[in-house]
């Protein structure tokens, strides 16, 4: 794979951030692949969870979340490689209000099937 483009623009940054910057990137990538292990676990370990047909939703919903983080999260650390190489603010994300918000959802949704289908 060829280096972008932008990668030989500006000055290269002190490689303290750009490394910040990389462990920032890999944390949302183990975020992205825990929700793919849940999507395979609800799919494969859990037939008392719920009907066959909301586990099956449950997990594309969590396995589309995990490859749709993934994309962001490359997203996002390139974005942040190019302020820092042009000497601009980091950008703002709402990558971030979105997680929270779908990780929130997600508890309730477990919450609730692991209460009513439990007994």
């Not at 750009?18 to 992205?32: G, K, M, P, Y």
Request: hydrophobic share 55%; with cysteine.
């Amino acid at each position: 794979m060829p280096e972008p483009a932008w990668r030989k623009e500006d000055e290269d940054p002190d490689y303290r951030f750009s490394l910040a910057n990389e462990r920032t990137f890999l944390a949302w990538i183990r975020t992205a692949l825990a929700l793919l292990a849940g999507a395979i676990a609800i799919d494969q370990l859990t037939p008392k969870l719920a009907p066959a047909a909301v586990r099956a939703a449950l997990a594309v919903v969590l396995a589309l979340g995990g490859a749709g983080l993934g994309a962001a999260a490359y997203r996002r650390w390139a974005m942040v490689e190019r302020a820092m190489r042009a000497g601009r603010g980091l950008p703002h994300t709402h990558a971030l209000l979105v997680l929270t918000v779908c990780v929130a959802v997600a508890a309730v949704v477990f919450c609730v099937l692991i209460v009513g289908y439990s007994g």
